[in-house]
């Protein structure tokens, strides 16, 4: 085991580049700990499923080889280190809101009360400063029973107020001993910090995070819950944009997906200078959100993110593409999504430097910026007369004794994840990706970048590319692919 220089980390080392990047776990820690059989062997509706218990050495590969950076396995162990009458569980959402928030908790709480016998859980409100601030609720099978028919939280939820020496003292006083925490990337890292802190008091408690983000963002894993509901709502707003610039002359439909390079979609219709404002939410989307909804829609025309510099003015220039759309179909779409070009918008972001609760920067409102710079353009020079349109593993890992993980889908495969592994980095579009390439074909727009800028994109994803080689070759030569990602921590092989 190697601790690589970073707190809580375990990286276990195997033959042929194999790498491990486990979880804590309780024993960690906390030496002697018993050990009790798992309670689903006797459960009649898994008894008789054939190897329904994942091996101890079961992991899960990052890439499609052997070789390379691979988590835990997740699912349910044959023993476990609590017993069904000692665990007190609690349950946190925090952040923003994102579809399927009171489905996780019903999951989490029948789960627990089903598989596992558990019939203490509260419910922690109004996000992390509920620990110390306000009331629990306790939750049972019967009373989220019909949660998951309903929008956002029954917990409420909240940015800030994130007090770790707070909340975990309350956690110590109320003898609670496994905490999940349901959030996006922000969320995950006040978990990370509430796990550091347990561990510091040498404190019985396992804490599990379960990924929510519509931005698809956090780091690793292939997909967090509500992302392709998010898709199929923004096909909506994208539908509802192209119908409405379709029955205008020159018509433009904009679809913004807003926050921290996310949150709602404003909906506004421009027709003969009246305005209409309508709003829908759709909650935390990030710039993958945009580039799959595009593709997913077939309707968009254009499509803007942060990753990709786009420019206004001259050739090549979005201006540009708009003329020569209106010229070939009379009608556009356009879907942007927040955090696109505010290197345009340099000057006046440097007059504010603001943060919201969570300590995320606050972008300006491109979508705003941008319908008034083609307005201006079109209309202001009399050029064209225009109409815009606005438009649950985590139970099985706190059970089986791992804590500060993430649990989440790996190449495929739900794993447990490292909260560093999580927080250390974002996903990002990468615009030398095979995926952009497709969003460009599907629109058939220009790329907008510069030789210059396709040359620093090439030469910042050859880290990532020269590490993929490294890995899938041995003395010069290329290991096929396996179909199996699922390898042993003693083998070299899947």
């Not at 809101?97 to 908790?105: F, K």
């Not at 510091?200 to 408690?205: C, N």
């Amino acid at each position: 085991m190697a601790l690589d220089g970073r707190p809580n980390t375990k990286i276990v080392h195997g033959e042929a580049g194999y790498v491990l990047e486990d979880v804590p776990h309780l024993t960690d820690y906390i030496p002697d700990l018993p050990t009790y059989p798992n309670p689903l062997q006797d459960n009649p509706a898994y008894s008789v499923v054939k190897q329904y218990f994942v091996n101890l050495d079961d992991t899960v590969a990052q890439k499609s080889s052997p070789r390379g950076t691979h988590f835990r396995r997740a699912g349910p162990r044959r023993k476990v280190y609590f017993e069904s009458d000692e665990v007190h569980a609690c349950i946190v959402t925090c952040g923003g809101l994102c579809p399927g928030l009171n489905t996780v908790i019903r999951e989490i709480v029948c789960g627990l009360a089903h598989m596992y016998g558990v019939t203490k859980i509260l419910g922690i409100q109004d996000g992390y400063k509920g620990f110390y601030a306000r009331n629990t609720i306790p939750l049972s099978p019967k009373s989220v029973n019909d949660i998951h028919k309903r929008g956002g939280t029954i917990l409420g939820s909240s940015r800030g107020g994130h007090d770790t020496s707070k909340i975990v003292d309350s956690i110590q006083d109320r003898g609670i001993n496994q905490v999940y925490i349901i959030g996006g990337d922000g969320t995950q890292k006040g978990a990370s910090v509430i796990f550091e802190e347990i561990q510091r008091r040498g404190l019985k408690v396992a804490v599990a995070g379960i990924p929510k983000t519509i931005d698809n963002d956090i780091a690793v894993i292939d997909k967090s819950f509500g992302f392709d509901t998010a898709v199929e709502e923004a096909q909506r707003a994208i539908n509802a944009a192209h119908v409405e610039s379709e029955s205008v002359e020159n018509g433009i439909g904009m679809v913004k997906l807003m926050g921290r390079y996310s949150g709602n979609a404003m909906v506004t219709l421009r027709y003969n200078n009246k305005l209409i404002f309508y709003w829908r939410h759709l909650c935390y989307v990030y710039a993958s959100f945009a580039m799959y909804a595009t593709l997913a829609s077939r309707d968009v025309d254009c499509c803007l993110i942060p990753e990709s510099p786009f420019y206004l003015e001259g050739k090549g220039g979005l201006f540009e593409y708009i003329e020569k759309l209106f010229k070939e179909n009379g009608h556009m779409v356009i879907v942007v999504a927040e955090g696109a070009g505010q290197e345009l918008l340099a000057e006046i972001l440097r007059s504010m430097n603001h943060q919201d609760a969570s300590g995320n920067k606050l972008l300006l409102d491109v979508g705003l910026w941008l319908s008034q710079k083609i307005k201006d353009h079109f209309t202001g020079k009399g050029r064209i007369s225009i109409n815009l349109k606005y438009i649950g593993n985590a139970i099985h890992g706190a059970m089986a004794g791992y804590t500060g993980f993430t649990v989440g889908p790996v190449n495929g495969r739900h794993a447990y994840i490292p909260f560093h592994r999580v927080t250390e980095t974002q996903n990002k579009v990468v615009i030398t990706d095979q995926m952009w390439a497709r969003l460009l074909s599907s629109t058939n727009q220009p790329s907008f970048l510069s030789p210059e800028d396709i040359e620093l994109a090439k030469k910042e994803d050859e880290p990532t590319n020269q590490l993929l080689d490294s890995n899938n070759q041995v003395d010069g030569h290329h290991e096929k692919s396996t179909e199996d990602n699922n390898c042993s921590i003693q083998q070299t092989s899947c």
